[in-house]
């Protein structure tokens, strides 16, 4: 049974940082790319950022550009996004999905096997 699992989320104020982690389960972790999507009330689910299987190739969407920075540590199963200079734009709930032997076109939903619950980040201002 694969299980991706967020941590690390919480309230921060504008400018602050935070962590995420996804640790997965239940499958070769090394063989999956890992993307992070986000979703803001009363909107879609958005791509913030990914990191192919390899782990050589990197892609973020424009708004983080800069802020956010994308990581995996195949040997123990976990993907991290690290947070900087928080907006509270960026408040939404986060999600880390795994896309088997992801390495084009991360960006798209569509192409993620498995996804995790979510872990709630809020911005103050």
């Known amino acids: 049974q694969v299980q991706l699992n967020e941590s690390g989320g919480g309230l921060v104020q504008a400018g602050g940082s935070l962590r995420l982690s996804c640790t997965a389960s239940g499958l070769t972790f090394g063989s999956y790319a890992i993307g992070w999507f986000r979703q803001a009330p009363g909107k879609e689910r958005e791509f913030v950022a990914a990191i192919n299987w390899r782990g050589d190739t990197t892609d973020y969407t424009d708004s983080v550009k800069g802020r956010f920075t994308i990581s995996r540590d195949s040997a123990k199963n976990t993907a991290s996004l690290q947070m900087n200079s928080l907006k509270p734009e960026d408040t939404a709930v986060y999600y880390c999905?795994?896309?088997?032997?992801?390495?084009?076109?991360?960006?798209?939903?569509?192409?993620?096997?498995?996804w995790g619950q979510g872990t709630q980040v809020t911005v103050s201002s």
């Open positions: 999905a795994a896309d088997y032997t992801g390495d084009y076109y991360l960006h798209a939903q569509v192409r993620y096997d498995y």
